[in-house]
Each structure stands twice: as C-alpha cells, then as structure tokens.
C-alpha cells in the first residue's frame, strides 16, 4: 500500500493508507485522534471540519494522500502541553457553547480559521455566515456565537482575559 | 468507495497524459463534487488524477482588461483577491457566496465551470461576462462551452488551465440559495461592457446555465430595472424538482434579474 507523510499537530506522522482512504479514516482510525468527528458523511454538517496548510476543511471530503506533506492540526493539537486551553477552547467552555458536543470540534476548528481570517473583527450576523458549514442538530447556534465573538477579542489582542459569560 | 489509482502529477503534460492512456480516469480539483460521488459509488474510476500538484494551474492575474484565473484556484482565493474584488467586485462577491467556508477553501473554479452543475454559480458569471475557458488544447468561448446539465465542450481528458473574463464596466449578481446547500436555485448574473450587455441565468436551466436573451434585448436598450417590466420567461426550457417549480423559478429569474440590476447601477 502507498505511503503518506504529514506532520500533524506538530508532529511528523508516517502511515501506510489505501489510495481511497479519506483523511478523517486517517485521522481516526489509524492515528486514533477520535477528537475530529463524522456526522453526516456527505460534507454537510461539518463535524470533521480541521484545518490543512492553515484552511479548514471538510476531512471526510478529502483523501488522506492529499494531504501528503500538510500540516494537519485537528481539536487535539489546540490546547497548550500543560493543558491550558485555546481561547476558542475556552470561550466554548465559559458561554457553554455546546449542548450534546457532537458537533463542537468542528465548530471549535472552523471558528478559528473564520476568527484569524477576519482580523478586522466579525459582526453576530458575519459568525452566523461563517458557520454554514457546520450544523449543530441541538440547534445551539446561539451561544456557540457568543462564545466566537468574545474568543476573537482575545485572539485579536483587544483583551487580554476571555470576557465572563452573563451570570444566569 | 471502489477502488482507484490515485495520481498526482506535477505538470499539465504529464496529467494530460495520465488522463489519455485511460479512458476511465477521471481528472480531479477541489474534489468537492468528486469525492461526495465517489463515496455514494456513483461514479467507478480507474484512477484520480489529482491536478492540486500543479503550480501552473494556480493564480490570478490582471493586464489589459482581463481577468484571467487558473482552473486549480480556489474560491476562497477569488473571492479575497485584492485584484479581483477591483477589477470585477461581482465575480469576487459571487465566489465569496459559494457553499460554506470549507468548500471554498478546496473548489476550484476549473471544476466548477467543467463539472457544469446546473445550480452552480460559476456558469453565471461566464456567461453574464463573456469569459473565455482556456484548456491544456484549446481557448472556447464561455457561449459554446457549456452544452447541457452537467455537459460541457470538453473531450475527454481535457483540462481548464483558466478561464479568462473581459472587465465589464458594470456587473452584478443576485442568487436565491437553496437554504440547505447554498445551491443557487436561481442566480441571474447582469452585465454591460465590452461583451455587450448580457443576462446569463443559472439554477433554473434544464439544460444548465443560458443567457436569457429578451432581458438582454429589453437590457441593451435601456439599462433599468424598468426595461424589464413585463419579460417573463418561458416555462417549457426550466428545471423543476423538489426545490422548486418550473413556475416558482420562472418568477425569481425575474427577482433575481431586478436585484442584479440594482445592484450593477
């Protein structure tokens, strides 16, 4: 079998995968990185959504021999090796960004690629376009916006701690 | 999936060579349809040739009053190109609202204009603009390149390098997406300029993307959303399915026809 080599999360990975292996069968089931989720299969929901040369993209809509010499980093490679979370991470996590979770890791990847594109800030309704391609069946769309609009303050420098959810 | 040979060549030639040895090969670019087809086993290829390795498909350039992108750029980068957001805004804005950020960071406008999908947007904008597709044997203009529903002027085996549009002194496009996909289920492109005044519609076809020529007429007699007072289109030539009616789309052509309008001013 062919041969593909890619560094993921900032380490070089080498493994054998048939020429039709898609990238997210490499991902979890030969590296057992379980954290890039497969929803729906046909790349609508955006569940396996991780980021390749610095753009998200659909893992289960790509094969794993594309993404030969990419840098891959998927919701595992995020937090910090002492465990400190990414603000992404963290805003997920303090706006409770998440219901069941199925769907969170992707959203987590591809609300940064959308954060670090827009440098200049995104208006509630510019996140809402920017997560058309991930679906969240909880329909828990409201504070995952929260959540991206207050991590991009701290990815963008503008502050310095993650702004506190709203006490209930 | 079946099974298949996967290639990456890392040159025109020796992808045009893998694609003629083997009738069954299939070329690939984004593969945001192919994989999709692949995966359902719609579709039963020897083997992929993967055109991503490719410098030369690759970039935008801007000289003379053209716009000429190469077939392996993607949407994400027409619809952030500097260049092309001033040159030609509605073909930035256009790519800008294909599918969802994922897609767009892996289509290409090659595989899009040469997979022809009869809701795709890209066909709009070749039309609306006159462009030109260029591919690894000849140039075919954008009129006689797209010949049916998922039907093109391309031979077997043959590559869009680029395709290439005349800057037009006014252009907009207006889309109705299909709220799931971001399909257009109607998307009608307007523009005036050296490729006269054109209205090219997507979505709506049964036979793909068309220019709507008594918009153009009305259109290149007075350019205002008035002249299109009273046109409709005839039903016998549009696509009806779950999404929609062949009625229901007659009607937002003409929407979508006045919205573009507003917008190109």
């Given at each position: 079998m062919p041969r593909v080599s890619l560094t993921v999360n900032g380490k070089p990975v080498s493994a054998e995968v048939e020429d039709r292996t898609l990238l997210v069968e490499l991902l979890r089931?030969?590296?057992?990185?379980?954290?890039?989720h497969v929803g729906?299969?046909?790349?609508?929901?955006?569940?396996c959504v991780v980021h390749v040369n610095g753009d998200s993209i659909?893992?289960?809509?790509?094969?794993?021999?594309?993404?030969?010499?990419a840098e891959v980093v998927t919701?595992?490679?995020?937090?910090?090796?002492?465990?400190?979370?990414h603000p992404m991470q963290e805003a997920f996590r303090e706006y409770h960004a998440?219901?069941?979770?199925?769907c969170t890791p992707g959203m987590v990847m591809s609300a940064i690629d959308l954060v670090k594109k827009n440098p200049q800030g995104l208006s509630e309704q510019e996140i809402r376009e920017g997560l058309e391609g991930n679906l969240c069946r909880c329909t828990g769309y409201h504070n995952i916006v929260k959540a991206i609009d207050a991590a991009q303050q701290v990815m963008h420098g503008k502050v310095k701690e993650l702004p506190r959810a709203a006490a209930e | 999936m079946y099974e298949f040979t996967y290639h990456r060549p890392g040159s025109i030639a020796d992808a045009v060579k893998l694609l003629a040895g083997d009738p069954d090969a299939r070329p690939m670019s984004g593969g945001m349809t192919l994989i999709p087809t692949l995966k359902q086993r719609l579709a039963r290829p020897t083997s992929v040739v993967d055109l991503?390795?490719?410098?030369?498909l690759k970039g935008i350039t801007v000289s003379g009053g053209t716009v000429k992108i190469g077939g392996m750029t993607t949407h994400a980068a027409v619809a952030t190109s500097a260049e092309v957001q001033k040159a030609i805004p509605a073909l930035a804005k256009l790519a800008a609202h294909i599918g969802d950020n994922q897609v767009r960071n892996r289509g290409t406008i090659g595989g899009s204009v040469a997979n022809?999908?009869?809701?795709?947007?890209y066909p709009g904008a070749l039309l609306g603009l006159g462009a030109t597709v260029h591919t690894d044997k000849r140039t075919i203009a954008a009129d006689d390149f797209f010949t049916g529903m998922f039907s093109?002027?391309?031979?077997?085996?043959?590559?869009?390098t680029a395709v290439s549009f005349p800057v037009p002194e006014k252009a907009a496009y207006a889309k109705f997406p299909n709220?799931?996909?971001?399909?257009?289920?109607v998307g009608v492109f307007v523009a005036k300029g050296p490729s006269g005044v054109r209205v090219a519609v997507t979505g709506a076809g049964a036979d793909g993307a068309f220019r709507h020529k008594a918009m153009e007429e009305a259109l290149a007699t007075?350019?205002?959303?008035?002249?299109?007072?009273?046109i409709t289109t005839p039903q016998d030539t549009l696509n009806g399915d779950i999404h929609a009616s062949k009625e229901y789309r007659a009607h937002l052509i003409g929407v979508m026809a006045r919205r573009a309008l507003a917008a190109a001013g």
């Open positions: 089931e030969t590296l057992r990185l379980t954290g890039t729906c299969d046909t790349s609508q929901c955006g569940a659909k893992s289960c809509t790509l094969l794993a021999r594309q993404a030969e010499g919701i595992e490679g995020l937090a910090a090796a002492d465990g400190t979370l998440l219901q069941c979770g199925f | 991503s390795g490719i410098a030369e022809h999908d009869p809701a795709a947007d093109t002027a391309l031979n077997p085996g043959e590559i869009v709220p799931a996909s971001r399909y257009a289920m007075k350019w205002s959303a008035s002249a299109l007072e009273g």
